[in-house]
């Protein structure tokens, strides 16, 4: 009897056990990429240097998701961003400065997270640029003015993106200031997406005020731009063929009111600026010879607009970049990327150098040229 009931209750722990792992799922996940860049002209020399992360940055990240029955299910996000050259925590030295939201998903509803999340426009609008999908880095718009590359993302933030209904979805998030100013250091986003078959597309707007200006705000220290508003306005579209191959279209238009720096354009505060503004139109693609090995390609044109009291500047910019990618395995791949940048701004400031995100460090004249060679494994 006592071996029938012993029998009894372990069955019964153990189709419990069963059953709560069925409803309950925790998932490790990540992505390795480093290599060795070479820039033609940092400062005036040549440059060798190993760097983590390009294509995609060195992460790795823990995701949940617990059911909660008829359709409802609690998830959960924790992303870590680490340099795998030395070791150390990127994002400013969070901890998880890449992801960290916890929410509430439903598929006939949609879902709510709330914590440090993407804004709507990296969500919908990112994936349609070079930058926010292939070839990650090189492909950078200038100064990533419009955050193609995922330079920074929004503390404080409630987001809800809404189910697929005949191919369209939305997305909306805000992040407080989480001051007294409740205006302050906060942001906004909205974006819509639509796809059907071989064709996608997007629309989507962003507001920030003060980016920088407190580091408990909606965007802290990671901010790209110091200003006092900045607004982007992004479309993208793009067509996939049979294979797997792509080619894509994507517009942004940026404007940046009051603005006194730039984090990858240095000495840009040395005049009292009014206003930046940024148009980006690009043109990617790629390209499988096999499944296993692909070309990518993208061409930027820059237009900006730069205006202080001292002078005002209309200078452009042209990039190219290139990318071989080859999978060794599902998880691995080696590549070889090479990208090159133009400009003609004539400010007296570091607006006037050529500076490629991934270089290692501005160019002394208006040309610049980098190239790659790399391994990235995700698992």
């Keep these: 009897m006592k071996t029938m009931i012993a029998s009894a209750v372990f069955l019964s722990a153990a189709s419990y056990a069963a ?26 020399h ?28 609690a998830v959960f996000t ?14 400013g030295g969070r901890l998880w400065g890449r992801q960290a939201f916890v929410g509430i998903d439903s598929a006939r509803a949609g879902r709510f997270t709330l914590g440090r999340q993407y804004d709507a426009t990296i969500d919908f609008w990112s994936p349609f640029t070079a930058a926010g999908t292939t070839i990650g880095d090189f492909a950078a718009h200038p100064f990533d003015n419009d955050n193609a590359d995922y330079d920074f993302r929004i503390n404080n933030s409630v987001k809800y993106s809404t189910p697929t209904w005949g191919g369209f979805r939305a997305e909306a998030t805000y992040g407080f200031s989480n001051s007294s100013s409740f205006a302050g250091n906060r942001a906004y986003s909205v974006a819509g997406a639509y796809s059907n078959g071989p064709l996608s597309a997007a629309l989507a707007y962003m507001r920030l005020n003060g980016g920088g200006s407190t580091p408990d705000g909606a965007v802290g220290s990671d901010s790209v731009f110091l200003a006092a508003r900045q607004q982007n306005l992004d479309a993208g579209v793009r067509w996939t ?18 603005p006194t ?53 209309s200078p452009n910019w042209h990039q190219v970049s290139l990318m071989l ?45 980098v190239y790659r060679v790399a391994l990235v494994q995700h698992f």
Excluded: C
Aim: glycine content about 14%; overall charge negative; hydrophobic content about 35%.
């Design 325 to 369: 990618n080859y999978s060794l395995s599902k998880r691995t791949a080696i590549y070889v990327q090479g990208a090159w940048q133009h400009t003609n701004a004539h400010t007296g400031t570091g607006f006037d150098d050529a500076y490629l995100i991934g270089a290692a460090g501005p160019s002394s004249t208006g040309n610049q040229m």
């Design 78 to 91: 924790l992303e870590n961003g680490v340099n795998i050259t030395n070791g150390a925590l990127n994002e």
């Design 46 to 73: 040549h440059a060798f240097a190993m760097v983590s992360g390009d294509t995609a940055e060195t992460s790795f990240g823990l995701t949940g998701r617990e059911d909660l029955g008829g359709g409802l299910g």
């Design 261 to 313: 720096g730039n984090e990858f354009a240095p000495d840009v505060g040395q005049q009292n600026w009014s206003k930046w503004q940024f148009d980006n139109i690009e043109l990617n693609g790629q390209y499988f010879f096999t499944p296993d090995f692909s070309v990518i390609g993208a061409y930027t044109f820059t237009h900006g607009k730069l205006a202080s009291t001292a002078d005002d500047d």
């Design 19 to 44: 059953q709560s792992h069925a409803q309950s799922s925790v998932t490790l996940y990540g992505q390795l990429d480093a290599g060795v860049n070479f820039t033609n002209n940092a400062g005036g």
């Design 241 to 258: 063929f049979s294979g797997g191959s792509s080619v894509a279209v994507a517009y942004s238009h940026v404007n940046v009111d009051n």
